[in-house]
Nanobody
């Protein structure tokens, strides 16, 4: 069974940076999209970024485009989310996930999820 474990979250000041990691165990199809989502208290879980495991162009939500960079290291079975110029509104629990079918930006399109890692951005 596929398992995902996020790490790298923490507390940073506005304007700072963090790099999240998602370690994946189990075999994944080369066409699979690896996604990052986030959920703030009282808010719905929203798409942040994604990248096809085999490569190709990454995808970003408009709110993070130009600040966040998603990448992957196939040899290490790890997906990364580099977050720069962090803002207080980026505060949320961040999850990595494996896409199954459907729209890439919907939570219902993903069938495997990590436990989440907290990111808090102070003013």
């Amino acid at each position: 069974q596929v398992q995902l474990v996020e790490s790298g979250g923490g507390l940073v000041q506005a304007g700072g940076s963090l790099r999240l990691s998602c370690a994946v165990s189990g075999r994944t199809f080369s066409t699979t999209i690896m996604g990052w989502f986030r959920q703030a208290p009282g808010k719905e879980r929203e798409f942040v970024a994604g990248i096809r495991w085999s490569g190709g162009l990454p995808l970003y939500a408009a709110s993070v485009k130009g600040r966040f960079t998603v990448s992957r290291d196939n040899a290490k079975n790890t997906e990364y989310l580099q977050m720069n110029t962090l803002k207080p509104e980026d505060t949320a629990v961040y999850y990595c996930a494996v896409h199954s079918s459907g729209s890439y930006d919907r939570t219902s399109s993903y069938n495997y999820w990590g436990q989440g890692t907290q990111v808090t951005v102070s003013t």
